[in-house]
Each structure stands twice: as C-alpha cells, then as structure tokens.
C-alpha cells in the first residue's frame, strides 16, 4: 500500500526558532512536494523536488528552504519560524511521467498542523 | 497566469446526486485531478482527465470539455461520509514546474443531510 509519512501530526513552535517538517514515501516516487493549507486559500505550493539533491521553488517559498539528500524523503526547513507560517503543511509524492491511462496523481501525507506562538 | 474556480460550499440530501462544477482558465492544459478531502485528513485521488468526456468509477463519475474550460465531479447516492471537500487540480505545462505540477482550486465543502 502507498504510505507517505510525516514527522509530526502537531508541532507548536515559538517565533524564531528553526524548524523542521520531514516526509517519507515508500513509493520509490521522483517527485515530491510540500504544500501548506489555510482555509479560504486552498492548497499552496511551496517547494518541490523531481530529483535527489534538485529543488524547485513553488508559488509561496519565501521563508522555507527545502533538502531532498535522499530519493525518499523531502524535508521542509522553516529558517526562523513567525506567526504567519501557522498552517496546516501537507507533503506529497508523484511519480515523474504521466501516462496515457495514468495522470501521475500525488498521494499526500497525512499532514502536520504547525503552530508558531 | 492560472484561475481555478469551484463554489466554496454546496449542501445535498442522503441517497441524492451531486454536481461540483470547476471551471478553469491556463495557458495549457495537461491535465484535470478530483481529489476528496476530510476534515483532518490528506486528500486522496478520486478521478483524472485528460480527454473530453465522462470517466465513471463507481458511485463517482467525472467529466471535461477542455474547449469549454470545464469539469464537474458527479456524484450518485450520496452517502453521510460522502460528506468532505473536493478538489479540483489543474495541470498546466506552461506554469512554474512545467506538466508534472497541478495548480489546487480553493475547494468545494459537501455537506451531506440525512
């Protein structure tokens, strides 16, 4: 069975700190993206990765970094955290092609709800 | 630029049919996701369409008219968990990332009565 995996289902951070948001898929997937949740805006695309060591930046990077070392995991780095990256952060993994009958739909991780006070 | 719209809540009754209609305006098109999403939870793939017409999986069809910039997610006999936000995602090969990355719409909340 697909399994992406996060670090934490709840982290509560205070303004400043660094903070790190880890994801996992066993899926042997290229891509991988980081997402964040607010209600009334959807899904944002932060960062995302189609290769070991290869990032992209999405609609929204400022203020994260991201580093793929490894083909499964992806890690979301919030530098010095501030109150407004309070939201829910969603990983996800895809594979790189889609196909004739496949549309290389992500599969999402079940989320980390972060909280910076 | 991309623009993904879906109403933000529509209501129904147990065992009846449902329509959530997206429409869409990019500079390409690759591509159209349905996903479902429960409170709390991660969304989880319901549909793909890439060609014009009507893809059926069980209770869950969806449809596109990629002339017309448009989709909608049917779904039949509707049941209490049915209850959840459903989103549209648009691939786009001329967006940032090219064709391997969909653009959300903001979601339809599906609130399902007995």
């Known amino acids: 069975d697909v399994k992406v995996t996060q670090s934490s289902r709840y982290l509560v951070k205070r303004t400043g700190e660094k903070v790190f948001l880890e994801c996992v898929q066993d899926m042997d997937h290229e891509n991988m993206f980081w997402y964040r949740q607010d209600p009334g805006l959807g899904l944002r695309l932060i960062y995302f990765s189609y290769d070991v060591k290869m990032k992209e930046k999405g609609d929204i990077p400022e203020g994260y970094s991201v580093s793929r070392e490894k083909k499964e995991r992806f890690s979301l780095i919030l530098e010095s955290a501030s109150t407004n990256q309070t939201s829910m952060y969603l990983c996800?993994?895809?594979?790189?092609?889609?196909?004739?009958?496949?549309?290389?739909?992500?599969?999402f991780g079940p989320g980390t709800r972060l909280t910076v006070t | 630029g991309q623009n993904i719209d879906q109403p933000t809540e529509m209501t129904a009754t147990e065992g009846a049919i449902v329509q959530i209609n997206c429409t869409y305006q990019?500079?390409?098109?690759?591509?159209l996701f349905w996903y479902q999403q429960h409170a709390g939870e991660a969304p989880t793939f319901l549909s793909y369409?890439?060609?014009?017409g009507l893809e059926e999986k069980g209770r869950f069809s969806s449809f596109l008219s990629r002339s017309k910039g448009y989709s909608y997610l049917l779904l039949k006999e509707l049941q209490m968990k049915d209850s959840a936000s459903y989103l549209c995602a648009v691939r786009d090969p001329h967006a940032s990332g090219g064709s391997y990355i969909p653009t959300f719409g903001r979601g339809t909340s599906l609130i399902v009565h007995p």
């Open positions: 996800a993994s895809s594979l790189s092609e889609p196909g004739l009958d496949w549309g290389n739909e992500q599969y």
């Open positions: 990019t500079s390409g098109f690759n591509g």
């Open positions: 369409n890439v060609l014009d």
